[in-house]
Every structure is written in C-alpha cells, then in structure tokens.
C-alpha cells in the first residue's frame, strides 16, 4: 500500500488550504483512514479519522476548523483545512486510521507516505 500526499504550501494565519491523498489500494471501500501531523520537536498526532462508514473524529484543536472527507471512487481522502494558525504547522500525513469509542484518532499500522510541509507564516 502507498500513501500520496498533495503538496501542502505556505500559507498565512486565518488561510486556508486544502490536502488531498492518493491511496494505492484494490479498494479503499473498508479501510478507515486518517490524516496525522508532525510538528518540529513533537510526536505525530492525529489530526482527523474518517471510518468506511464515513463517520469522523476530529483533534480538538482543529474542531470546527478542518473537514476529513474521502472519495471511494478516486481512492482519495482530503483535508480541507481553514482558519490556519502558526500551530498548525506541521508535516502532515495520510494513512490508515481509527479510533477507540472517546478515543483519539490514531494510525492503524505503520504505513506512510513522504508526507507534505504545511507552513503556516505571516
């Protein structure tokens, strides 16, 4: 399985920006899928899941911000990311992902892309 990031971008606070990912699969009907970030000096944290039924879970800090969605057809899932802020600035990634009942979204496996830099910068 391979995860294609889109280019991310600079992008000044209150922007928006808009990440789509290519998923190299048969069918991408069952699989529950994510979007994880990775900011300098921290651990990857998942940002947004998005299960086969098309139910999502959302980190708090992008709630209201950030809408996960996925095309079954094109094998794609996006990130549609508004109202940026310095915060957000990160590498973000695509993968499988899910989450426990309250839980957090999480990644299900090890699998990765390159990931793509989002900056976030006046």
């Known amino acids: 399985v391979q995860f294609a990031e889109s280019e991310g971008g600079l992008v000044q606070p209150g922007g928006s920006l808009t990440l789509s990912c290519s998923i190299s699969?048969?069918?991408?009907?069952?699989?529950?899928l994510g979007w994880f970030r990775q900011a300098p000096g921290k651990e990857r944290e998942g940002v947004a899941c998005?299960?086969?039924?098309?139910?999502?879970n959302y980190l708090d800090s992008v709630k209201g911000r950030f809408t996960i969605s996925r095309d079954n057809r094109k094998k794609t899932v996006t990130l549609q990311m508004n109202n940026l802020s310095f915060e957000d600035t990160a590498v973000y990634y695509c993968?499988?992902?899910?989450?426990?009942?309250?839980?957090?979204?999480?990644?299900?496996?090890?699998?990765w892309g390159p990931g793509t830099q989002v900056t976030v910068s006046s």
């Open positions: 998005i299960n086969s039924e098309g139910t999502t």
């Open positions: 699969v048969l069918t991408m009907d069952y699989y529950d």
């Open positions: 993968s499988f992902g899910g989450w426990q009942p309250r839980g957090k979204c999480h990644p299900l496996g090890d699998y």
